[in-house]
């Protein structure tokens, strides 16, 4: 087996990161594959000037309304299918980007998601767990088609009250809510493995989002509402999995998986 070392990161707005060259780390990271979401861009409008290595697959997919949402997939690994996941991300906010791709014994379908936000309406936190939902069948049926499942991205929720700052403060909060919380709950109970977790056990102050006011990331008071998923027949095969909360540029910071397979 051969391993391999995912990246995935909100940037909210890939060219702000570009201007301010926050993402040429990864020419020197090794990664095999990057997810960016919250591009807030087309395809096009992702500047060449992020990194200076190539990818011989870029996958973007952007929202029907501009400056919205967005999220983009770099990597080597040769997908025999891509999809933006028109049956989940049913109002086209450009949301995912899904690929498959073979190993040496496995195929595997391997997400980048930017999960909606819920808290600027009910509206929206019902559209939020509607959308959880779907993403959560699509993942049971890529299963029963013999797929083993990878997950990154932007979950928009905090799991368990370690996994932010100020839960007690949080508990009426759409990204802390119960049922939100229920629906991780749902997701790992269905099968799926949070990779941080597994590695790290219940280690405290482990953030991945800052607010941008009151200091709260020189403060550390934060939330981990990103998160590598994988499904239980990997769970063997993960090595390692990290916060890279050195990485500035962004509220949020990249996570890392790091996998065999």
Not at 37 to 42: A, D, F, I, R, V
Not at 124 to 147: I, S, V
Not at 148 to 155: A, E, K, P, W, Y
Request: one cysteine or more; a negative charge; charged letters at 30%.
């Amino acid at each position: 087996m051969t391993k391999y070392k995912f990246i995935s990161w909100n940037v909210n707005g890939i060219r702000a990161v570009d201007r301010k060259e926050a993402l040429k780390w990864v020419d020197e990271a090794n990664i095999d594959l990057l997810g960016i979401q919250e591009t807030k861009s087309t395809k096009e409008q992702i500047p060449n000037t992020i990194f200076d290595r190539e990818y011989k697959t870029v996958f973007a997919s952007q929202s029907a309304i501009k400056g919205r949402s967005g999220t983009a997939l770099f990597t080597d690994i040769e997908p025999f299918f891509q999809s933006n996941c028109p049956s989940v991300d049913i109002l086209d906010e450009g949301r995912i980007n899904e690929i498959h791709f073979e190993t040496t014994d496995k195929k595997i379908a391997f997400f980048n998601v930017y999960f909606p936000n819920g808290q600027s309406k009910e509206e929206r936190l019902t559209y939020k767990m509607e959308f959880y939902d779907r993403f959560l069948e699509h993942c049971e049926n890529l299963k029963k088609e013999g797929l083993s499942i990878i997950v990154c991205g932007d979950v928009n929720t905090a799991h368990t009250e370690i996994d932010l700052a100020r839960p007690k403060a949080n508990e009426e909060t759409s990204g802390f809510l119960p049922m939100e919380r229920e629906w991780i709950t749902k997701f790992l109970e269905h099968g799926y493995i949070d990779t941080f977790r597994h590695i790290n056990g219940e280690e405290p102050n482990n953030y991945s989002w800052w607010s941008y006011r009151a200091n709260a990331r020189a403060n550390n008071v934060g939330w981990r509402i990103d998160y590598f998923y994988v499904s239980e027949d990997l769970k063997e095969n993960i090595v390692n999995a990290y916060i890279m909360g050195e990485i500035m540029g962004s509220d949020h910071c990249p996570i890392a998986l790091e996998i065999k397979l």
